[in-house]
């Protein structure tokens, strides 16, 4: 029972709505989540990995259908459709409400609706917010307790009267008396809805128990509803990691990155600098939420407490602080399962052995044709077991950011960093940042650039033109010299035969060395049509003999035809935005024509 009237009420009508057999509010204790893990091993939801090699570790397998984020499926469901903006699925609020209530009558029948208070950022931060959560998943409760801050801790600081945001989920698989329940129920794709409706700041998600579709704390709250409360309030939430970058003399930066998809996020977060004396420690690896201090200056807050991280090509050698992070209290979905009760994926850094379960609880030899651990496979783990978390990565007040990344996978044209010349212009780099459509996605524009504003097209809770123009309006709230730097970097730039011209990984500290020179007003730079490049040798490559002057020369280079092409492209992008795309961005895009033909 919670003293807070306003929730009391709203779980006794979703309960009523749902019909569960049993109502459970989590407490947020280890002893509880233990309870639920052990229910689930018995059950056979779950299999508990070897003690000896994952202490208090478990696997999941999702059913095939349910795998991933499904944005065919995700929707915003604002009053007027141009709200939602040309990129985000609309359909009518009253519509919706009623195609999930008739869904949702019933559908936790013969299962246990659980109640998660849960804290996006630390408990009774001036930058966290609570939601609740209603979920008739075991598994989306564990997972939640490790993701975020739940239970009685949170309900206190809600208090009788203060606000939350509600979150209802069910996996749509009422079970029938007597029937016996799948080891990952679930709904088919055409009754799936993961559904935020951003005036009322609410989300209803049926029909996946599923990642990023069944914990809401993570991409429906913390980026979509988040987004439309940073807007309206005067904050930015986004889909970017923060590290904290110490240098050889002590001197702290904090950079926050906001890239697309397999560009190597989490292992940037985490990286490990091959640059004597340098230090980074990891604050977040997907989601930052940025407000101003009293100091006018921006400072960023992770609202998580876990990493949801991809299991596939994480090894000691790609990223040994995740590998550390993950070796204990974690839940493992979709990845293999070896004989002696470990876990296995592709890219581990080591063979697979003779014999493995699949992600599909088939059997699985090296001779299998197909893949033992799903792509999409994934471990939860407490950002706290992090090797090198920050010390203050929970600092209530988050931490003041001196520079923010965008970038993207591109093999021509985007040199391998180069600095805006002002904040609007830093805007357009995040507007216009993607990555090539590679073959690893089936469609007939492999090649053609996707481009993804901020990585945020999926996560936007709004119009993708009003949200480009809150960046603008958050340029215009601070003093120039007190906002952030901005960088477009890319990691990925090919030479003409096809080899790639930047090792990655640890090296990318030394671009992220000359950054934060350039944030000290240091770093030699040239000032070019596309922004302030490094000099070719202003990239620290002491240590470093794989990269030749040459190759620095063509990570640096800006070919002005192949940006004319660029420029061309980037006006097709921002005018299918539609009208509410803002003029400054054009103007910055007018200004970049105007230096390539000067
Ligand atoms: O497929 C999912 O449900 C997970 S998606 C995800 C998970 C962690 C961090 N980022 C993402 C993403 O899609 O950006
Ligand atoms: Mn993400």
Request: charged share 25%; hydrophobic share 40%; aromatic share 8%.
């Amino acid at each position: 029972m919670a003293t807070n009237v306003k929730l009391q009420t709203w779980v006794d009508q979703i309960a009523s709505m749902t019909q569960p057999d049993a109502i459970r509010w989590i407490k947020g204790t280890e002893e509880e989540k233990q309870e639920l893990l052990d229910a689930m091993v018995a059950s056979g939801m779950a299999t508990k990995l070897n003690e000896s090699k994952h202490p208090g570790c478990y696997l999941f397998r999702s059913d095939p259908s349910d795998v991933a984020r499904v944005e065919g499926r995700t929707y915003i469901a604002s009053v007027k459709e141009e709200d939602a903006g040309p990129t985000n699925n609309w359909i009518d609020p009253v519509e919706l409400k009623k195609t999930l209530t008739s869904l949702s009558t019933g559908c936790m029948k013969g299962r246990t609706m659980y109640v998660i208070p849960f804290s996006m950022g630390p408990v009774g931060s001036p930058i966290s917010k609570i939601g609740i959560e209603i979920t008739d998943s075991a598994y989306v409760v564990v997972n939640m307790m490790i993701m975020t801050r739940t239970g009685d801790a949170v309900l206190e600081q809600l208090g009788e009267d203060g606000e939350f945001i509600p979150c209802i989920h069910s996996v749509g698989a009422p079970l029938e008396e007597g029937a016996k329940d799948s080891t990952w129920p679930c709904a088919p794709m055409d009754k799936k809805y993961i559904a935020h409706f951003p005036e009322e700041k609410m989300i209803w998600s049926y029909g996946s128990g599923y990642g990023g579709n069944a914990l809401l704390g993570k991409k429906c709250f913390a980026l979509r509803i988040a987004s439309v409360l940073a807007r309206e309030e005067g904050w930015l939430a986004e889909h970017m990691l923060i590290l904290k970058l110490t240098d050889p003399n002590g001197n702290v930066k904090h950079i926050c990155g906001a890239f697309p998809s397999a560009c190597g996020k989490t292992n940037l977060a985490m990286l490990v600098p091959t640059i004597p004396g340098w230090k980074v420690e990891t604050l977040g690896d997907d989601i930052a939420w940025m407000k101003f201090g009293s100091d006018g200056r921006l400072h960023a807050l992770n609202p998580e407490a876990g990493f949801f991280g991809v299991a596939p090509g994480t090894s000691m050698e790609s990223n040994p602080n995740a590998m550390l992070s993950c070796a204990k209290n974690t839940i493992f979905t979709n990845c293999a399962l070896t004989d002696e009760g470990d876990i296995w994926w592709e890219g581990i850094g080591y063979d697979a052995p003779e014999h493995l379960i699949d992600w599909q609880g088939k059997d699985w030899t090296p001779n299998s044709s197909e893949v033992a651990a799903h792509k999409n496979a994934r471990f939860t783990a407490p950002a706290n077991q992090c090797p090198v978390i920050a010390p203050d990565w929970e600092d209530p007040n988050g931490v003041p950011v001196d520079a923010i990344l965008v970038g993207g996978r591109r093999k021509t044209t985007i040199p391998l960093v180069h600095q805006s010349f002002n904040w609007n212009h830093g805007i357009f780099m995040g507007a216009i940042m993607g990555s090539e459509i590679t073959a690893a996605v089936i469609s007939d524009k492999v090649g053609q650039v996707r481009r993804d504003p901020f990585a945020m097209l999926p996560f936007i809770g709004y119009h993708v033109g009003d949200y480009l123009q809150h960046w603008l309006d958050i340029g215009k709230a601070t003093d120039e010299d007190k906002l952030p730097k901005i960088f477009y970097v890319n990691w990925f730039r090919k030479s003409e035969d096809g080899k790639w011209l930047w090792p990655g990984y640890g090296e990318n500290s030394r671009v992220l060395k000359w950054i934060v020179e350039r944030c000290s007003g240091e770093g030699k730079a040239v000032e070019t049509p596309i922004g302030y490049l490094p000099t070719v040798d202003a990239i620290d490559r002491s240590g470093l003999d794989s990269v030749s002057d040459e190759d620095m020369a063509e990570l640096l280079t800006v070919d002005k035809e192949e940006w004319k092409a660029e420029a061309k492209s980037i006006r097709a992008h921002f005018t299918s935005y539609g009208p509410k795309m803002p003029r400054e961005l054009f103007a910055e895009l007018d200004a970049l024509e105007a230096r390539l033909n000067a």
